[in-house]
């Protein structure tokens, strides 16, 4: 969910303000994050994980939108934007700790925490100023290839890893995303408001900064959700020392991001 409508949260963004997009994200993430703690069975569970990833494809690109708003000047703006990117990077880093504390408790806990948190960013938010709307039409063609493009390449590469590349519904979902990809990219360069401006596609400089970004985030966020189970089901560590193990990643990314500005 959080993959498929990563780019039609920007759009929607900027459609409806981002002070707006980011406070009705966040209060979806957190009344998720409830019904996660409450699920009475898996189901229940996942139906509300997935309600998760919808807020917060909402949350990620309104939150760059306000730091966007708030600081006009470039120089500023970029060592916003770092200790923004430090406090996803501290997070990630510091889920394994937090979690397998907690977790000796209850693991419904890892969701409740999210509650107090999510409650005190929207009183901080109800601080901030009114965001401007783009007036430009909704690009309803890019925004369903999108979907579907993003969605069907996380998909298929999830169930390839569980049931094999030669699965009928892999083969599908892989075919989809090769279907919709160039779709997308076709929508984009006919439409007169384009959701991604194909300018933008060709600059080098974007080029450079997306592929090191994915690479980074690829072996960030990967490396952390299969350490976090390599060191508990292969070498045997309980929850709360897999999180210690994580803490030195933690302190080292908290240190590193504000100085990337």
């Known amino acids: 969910m959080f993959a498929a409508l990563l780019l039609s949260a920007g759009a929607v963004t900027d459609k409806v303000g981002a002070r707006r997009a980011f406070g009705a994200g966040l209060a979806v993430f957190v009344a998720a994050s409830a019904v996660c703690g409450l699920a009475p069975n898996l189901g229940m569970l996942v139906a509300a994980r997935l309600v998760q990833g919808a807020g917060a494809a909402v949350v990620v690109p309104a939150s760059l939108a306000l730091i966007r708003e708030a600081y006009p000047d470039s120089v500023r703006r970029a060592r916003a934007v770092s200790f923004w990117a430090m406090s996803g990077s501290v997070g990630a880093a510091a889920g394994p700790v937090a979690g397998g504390l907690l977790s000796q408790v209850s693991w419904r806990l890892i969701f409740f925490v999210n509650l107090p948190v999510g409650l005190?960013?929207?009183?901080?938010?109800?601080?901030?100023?009114?965001?401007?709307?783009?007036?430009a039409p909704f690009d309803?063609?890019?925004?369903i290839a999108a979907v579907v493009a993003m969605g069907a390449l996380t998909y298929g590469a999830i169930e390839a890893g569980a049931v094999g590349f030669l699965e009928p519904r892999v083969l599908v979902a892989f075919t989809l995303a090769v279907v919709a990809g160039p779709v997308f990219l076709a929508t984009q360069a006919r439409s007169k408001h384009p959701m991604v401006p194909p300018a933008l596609l060709r600059s080098r400089t974007m080029g450079v900064a997306a592929t090191a970004g994915f690479a980074i985030n690829v072996g960030f966020y990967g490396m952390v959700f299969l350490l976090s189970l390599y060191l508990q089901q292969s070498r045997g560590l309980s929850a709360p020392a897999?999180?210690?193990?994580?803490?030195?990643?933690?302190?080292?990314?908290?240190?590193?991001?504000?100085?990337?500005?």
């Open 242 to 261: 897999t999180g210690l193990a994580f803490v030195p990643m933690t302190v080292l990314t908290a240190f590193i991001s504000p100085a990337s500005a």
């Open 120 to 135: 005190a960013a929207l009183l901080l938010l109800a601080r901030t100023a009114r965001s401007p709307r783009r007036t």
């Open 140 to 143: 309803w063609a890019g925004q």
